[in-house]
């Protein structure tokens, strides 16, 4: 028979030893230590154990050590012990499985129980290593299949991208045309003339759709680059910078109360930065006032349980979260679950596709999970007014 499995047997006492070969001899290749260093030394070498059968009771280091030692060791702690010992009460087993034991087999010995249970444990770690075999080749299978996927999302997503911009740039020039002739009819009618109303809501119309033109090509485009790491606090700046933009052509102004913890993220910073500015503009176009109040709050691992709680997200600790809190009127209970949809607005004016550009950029760009929460929306919590937008994006 082939004897592919080596059993280290470790007791100060020879004789025990002896009996433990005459049980195990035929079927393994055995190797042998009285003390507990020289146990340690026979693990770390080769060929390495298998499996250790380990006294509990010798002189100098004692098999609880000896155990703990193979069991702190990365490369030796998968070696199955099993304690030999006289000791045989409740609390001397409790202590050994504690410790990192796998069973524990009392003296005087019995071969062919000894002979049963290293089979058994034999068994169990060679299980064990096919199963990690196993998920190791999977987990590479799902990279490799993860890695097709994307590169296909990709070459998908470019593919529309180039289908947008053209369609775009074909209804653009003939809008861009009708809105013109509009125009100069407009000029040249006078004001009193039902040609002239009509002629106005050409020209206003043909705006319209020459900016929903913009904004679906604007969506399309949103597709992440290879992330950088970036600095949150510098994300947000740039972020409100932009909003600051529209807040002198508005007329508003704007106040931040800002309280980030420092940390690296890893995102795709100009799209990114797009996403934060929509938030905060959105915030100022509802505000209702001239000006508009901000409260900007993140760091590791926090709204995490919020996000758990609704369902959103299972690795905050892993990920650095953002709340944007506005003081505006709040959203309506009707309105809130469609905020994120194309093209849903409740303004006079506007294509309906901000918090949709937010939603494509956190989730489906950055694998992020969003939350949008207003007071209005519910009779609880009155006492914070205006709406929170959580979310959470990767860490570098």
Excluded: W
């Amino acid at each position: 028979m082939s004897k592919s499995e080596t059993i280290l047997l470790v007791d100060d006492q020879p004789e025990n030893i002896s009996i433990m070969i005459e049980a195990l001899h035929s079927l393994y290749t055995l190797l042998a230590a009285t003390d507990g260093a020289t146990a340690l030394e026979r693990v770390a070498g080769d060929p390495r154990p298998d499996l250790v059968l380990l006294d509990v009771m010798m002189p100098g280091m004692s098999g609880h050590e000896v155990c703990r030692e193979i069991k702190g060791d990365p490369v030796t702690r998968d070696i199955p012990v099993i304690f030999v010992t006289s000791l045989d009460a409740p609390d001397d087993e409790a202590r050994g499985l504690r410790i990192g034991a796998s069973d524990y087999i009392t003296k005087p010995i019995s071969p062919p129980v000894v002979q049963a249970r290293v089979r058994a444990h034999l068994d169990l770690k060679r299980a064990r290593e096919q199963l990690q075999s196993q998920n190791t080749a999977l987990e590479e299978r799902v990279r490799e299949r993860t890695a097709e996927v994307v590169q296909a999302q990709k070459e998908r997503v470019e593919s529309l991208k180039h289908f947008a911009d053209a369609m775009a740039h074909q209804i653009r020039n003939p809008v861009m045309s009708i809105g013109g002739i509009a125009g100069l009819l407009l000029r040249k009618t006078p004001e009193d003339s039902p040609l002239a109303t009509y002629a106005e809501a050409v020209r206003e119309d043909s705006l319209r759709l020459e900016s929903l033109v913009g904004v679906i090509s604007e969506y399309v485009s949103l597709s992440a680059e290879p992330f950088r790491e970036v600095q949150i606090n510098g994300l947000v700046e740039s972020a409100l910078n932009k909003a600051r933009g529209f807040a002198d052509s508005s007329g508003q102004d704007l106040a931040v109360e800002s309280g980030l913890q420092p940390a690296l993220v890893k995102v795709d910073e100009r799209i990114m930065v797009t996403a934060m500015a929509e938030i905060i503009i959105n915030a100022m176009e509802f505000a209702g006032e001239e000006r508009a109040s901000l409260t900007i709050r993140g760091g590791v691992g926090m709204f995490g349980d919020e996000l758990a709680e609704a369902g959103l997200s299972g690795s905050a600790g892993r990920r650095y979260g953002v709340r944007i809190s506005d003081a505006g009127p709040g959203i309506d209970r009707e309105v809130l679950p469609y905020v994120t949809d194309p093209f849903y607005t409740t303004k006079a004016q506007g294509a309906g596709m901000g918090l949709t550009k937010v939603k494509r950029v956190i989730c489906d760009e950055h694998g992020g999970t969003l939350l949008i929460e207003s007071p209005a929306a519910s009779s609880e919590n009155l006492s914070r007014p205006g709406t929170s937008v959580t979310f959470d994006l990767p860490l570098a």
